[in-house]
């Protein structure tokens, strides 16, 4: 069985989608759409933009999703999914490659959640770090012990977590966690702490969006970040998709879960291959695999 899964915010780069742009008609038409529904010229920055108008949350997320999107629309007959998940904001991407979604919806509820999670940043300042070669329950325990707002956020791989809080419980998570025994601890280049209670401003206003917006009966199940599970149900994944912006995304988790229900190779679809690392962090032996556009 094949899982296609979709990377989030923090795989982008200059160029992204360019190659698709100028190859593929129906590419063009999909990222042109884009431009008069977003009310901004998206490729200028996704092609030839600076590093700096890339990492606006406001033009990071929709330039991810629409790579991914985009790039499983233009595959022809190699799409062909059993199942799908997506790490973050590629949830999105994924809701829109097994057609929970349609292309339109994605794209327009992705931009108010990139809009409302930078309103949030900008109004707590927060920041998000790294942890490297500390089990699951250490991280957890030193989060909870701090009197800050301090999480969980991603599960990324055995080993690999990501916390999410404010700039001061951060500092201090740390420097604990590096007395503890960390091999890494470091601050990420983010606007703000994403998958965490500074979110919750951002998640009323994308609760309102997605009640809105038609959610379809997928043709395969997704994986869902807040836990981990399939879902076939288009109100159960409405519901699953409001929580995740306040809650950790369990990568490891979604990874051994698709293996253990028949997975048995991996497709990145969209910018970078980050996720195809952590998926081998879980299972060396797995297969994985870029997508690609002739």
Known sequence: MKAYVFPGQGAQYIGMGKDLYDKSPVARDMFEQANELLGFRITELMFSGTDDDLRQTKVTQPAIFLHSTILATVMDNN???DMVAGHSLGEFSALVANKTLSFRDGLL?????AIAMQKACEKTPS????ILGLDDFTVEEVCIAIPEIVVPANYNSPGQIVIS????????AIEILKEKGAKRALKLSVGGAFHSPVMEPAQ?????AIKNTNFNKPFCPVYQNVNARPSNDPEEIKRNLVSQLTSPVRWTQIVINMISDGASSFIEVGPGCVLQGLIKKVNKDILTEGAFFK
């Open 79 to 81: 799409f062909k999914p």
């Open 109 to 113: 509820l992705v931009s108010k959640r």
């Open 127 to 130: 920041t998000m770090a790294a």
């Open 165 to 172: 809080g404010s700039n001061e419980g951060i500092d201090k």
């Open 204 to 208: 009323l206003e994308l609760e309102e």
